[in-house]
């Protein structure tokens, strides 16, 4: 229930504080006044836009705030779920900056916008001039349905699914797509890998063979030039290993006359005993070194296959191609385990689109039920509103597939004239049946929700007299479960008010000011009488007043 409404800097608004009834409010006032001006203010505690343009002095900022007794609507757990603290007194404030940026608060909880419009729309539902026009649209009807249904725990967690079976059918789409094309690819990269693996790719084998090929090509030119030295230091006439010895051989014979020369002749014999190492060495690797044309033919078909490889995938080296092979190895596993993924998610989707169509039939047969006891109830509504030869007839279509809401088509049928063909309510309702019709849906609609309070501004639109005050009577039965708040021209429907607010205008200066007031008992008697005569109601429109609210 809203207690309280607090108004500062909004449009002709400049400070206003209203406090609310748990039972019939009217709110009464001259054209231009300020009535949409309220409901204005009230829109920016549902979530509504709302920009630089409504602030009344353009250097302060705006700032609405409606307090909410939330005791009894079993809302612990939303407030739990966005961590924000539960209070029994549940206070909305929306700020507007001189700017045109917006900030919204929960208990003085900073909150984004959609969290504020998630709360209040399970406080209060505000119905418009204009809403009547939604009467026809198959959306507002399915919503009626629901609500008279109870189908909230089922509709819910069934929307919740859908979405996922559609994100999932989403995903299954691009995977057998992506498939597909990895499935083209499939047999080059089959062929690839198969290449690369049968060359047996080794790191720096390149060099190696390279290297090998260099020593192969030039063998025999190696291999004399080595005899060719080991000639010259072992086998010669005059080999220098035989030289040394001659050598060695003159040093000896007189080394014991100098200390110098024993040091000499011992060096000599390293340098002979070194000499014979390098002649053996330079043997052994003369001996080593193949001039094997065969295998020359081996390197060199090695050498063309990895240049070819380099060349055809244009790697730099061994190692890019074995990452190369690496990635084919990993696209074709991809490819297999990609099949597993879509065989899994297509039955995810399966077992999904299942349990969606158990819940979707719950709801269809909810609905049924529902709407043979609305059709029922509206039309009983209609005749108490003045409209005793007008129908509504709901038309019902099973879906062969289900979609966001279910299974369901349906669609309200309306006639106003006794004899008249039932059409879509948009084709043969003027604007006051379009009215009352949407009072009484919204009266059934109430009695079975939570929503604690209503607003409606002049739904009275099109109609006076008698039909008027049926409409009066109903809003008073309505707000014996509910808070109603109720804008309208008619005075046979302010009488039937618990509480009365008179919006006016006054100046200050050069501004134009939009003023509330509550109107004492007197004053409501003077105010109704001038809604049924004028500004200057005489005894008659007075002593009507009177009856009327009493």
């Not at 924000?84 to 909150?111: M, T």
């Not at 993924?341 to 299942?354: F, M, T, V, Y």
């Amino acid at each position: 229930m809203l207690t309280a409404l607090h108004i500062q800097n909004y449009a002709l608004m400049q400070q206003l504080e209203i406090n609310f009834s748990n039972k019939l409010t009217i709110i009464t006032g001259e054209t231009g006044a300020g009535k949409s001006i309220l409901l204005g203010a009230l829109g920016l505690l549902l979530g509504e836009r709302a920009d630089s343009e409504v602030l009344f002095e353009k250097n302060k900022k705006c700032v609405v705030e409606g307090n909410f007794l939330i005791e009894n609507l079993n809302l612990q757990d939303f407030f739990e779920d966005h961590e924000l603290d539960f209070d029994k007194h549940c206070l909305l404030r929306r700020e507007i900056a001189a700017n045109g940026k917006s900030r919204a608060f929960i208990n003085d909880s900073p909150v984004n916008l959609q969290v504020l419009k998630a709360l209040s729309e399970q406080l209060i539902d505000v119905h418009h001039q204009h809403e009547t026009l939604s009467l026809n649209t198959a959306k507002f009807q399915l919503l009626v349905l629901d609500a008279l249904a109870k189908n909230e725990n089922i509709l819910q967690p069934y929307q919740t699914d859908f979405k996922l079976w559609q994100q999932k059918k989403s995903t299954l789409a691009k995977l057998v797509a992506e498939q597909n094309e990895l499935m083209r690819n499939l047999d080059y990269y089959q062929f690839q890998l198969k290449e690369l693996l049968e060359a047996n790719l080794q790191p720096n084998q390149l060099i190696e063979l390279e290297n090998e090929m260099q020593l192969l090509e030039n063998a025999e030119s190696i291999k004399t030039n080595l005899h060719q030295a080991f000639l010259a230091l072992s086998e010669n006439d005059d080999a220098l290993i035989s030289q040394f010895h001659n050598i060695a051989h003159l040093l000896q014979n007189i080394k014991q006359h100098k200390p110098e020369l024993a040091t000499l002749y011992q060096r000599m014999q390293s340098t002979i005993l070194e000499m014979k190492d390098m002649a053996d060495e330079l043997e052994t690797i003369q001996q080593s070194i193949s001039t094997d044309a065969e295998r020359m033919q081996i390197v060199s078909d090695r050498l063309d296959l990895l240049n070819r490889l380099l060349k055809k995938h244009q790697a730099a080296n061994e190692e890019e191609l074995l990452e190369l092979q690496n990635d084919f190895q990993q696209k074709i596993k991809n490819i297999e385990l990609g099949n597993d993924d879509i065989d899994l998610l297509q039955k995810e989707i399966s077992a999904l689109h299942q349990q969606l169509h158990k819940a979707a039939k719950s709801l269809s047969s909810n609905r049924l039920k529902a709407s043979t006891i609305f059709e029922k109830e509206v039309n009983k509504l209609l005749v108490q509103v003045g409209m005793p030869h007008a129908f509504l007839k709901i038309e019902h279509q099973m879906l062969e597939e289900i979609n966001t809401s279910g299974l369901d088509n349906y669609k309200f049928l309306f006639t106003a004239n006794k004899g008249s063909s039932l059409q879509e309510i948009s084709k043969v309702a003027s604007g006051g049946e379009l009215s009352r019709l949407m009072l009484c849906i919204k009266s059934l609609v109430a009695a079975s929700t939570h929503l604690p309070t209503l607003v409606f501004d002049e739904i009275d639109s099109g109609i006076s007299g008698e039909v008027a005050k049926q409409v009066a009577v109903l809003l008073q039965q309505l707000a014996a479960s509910h808070q109603v708040l109720c804008i309208t021209h008619l005075p046979q429907i302010a009488a039937k008010g618990d509480e009365h607010y008179f919006v006016y205008k006054t100046t200050s200066g050069s501004r134009t000011l939009s003023q509330i007031k509550s109107l004492s008992e007197n004053e409501r008697i003077v105010e109704i009488a001038k809604m049924l005569s004028g500004n200057q109601p005489g005894e008659a429109a007075l002593a009507n007043a009177k009856e009327l609210m009493n």
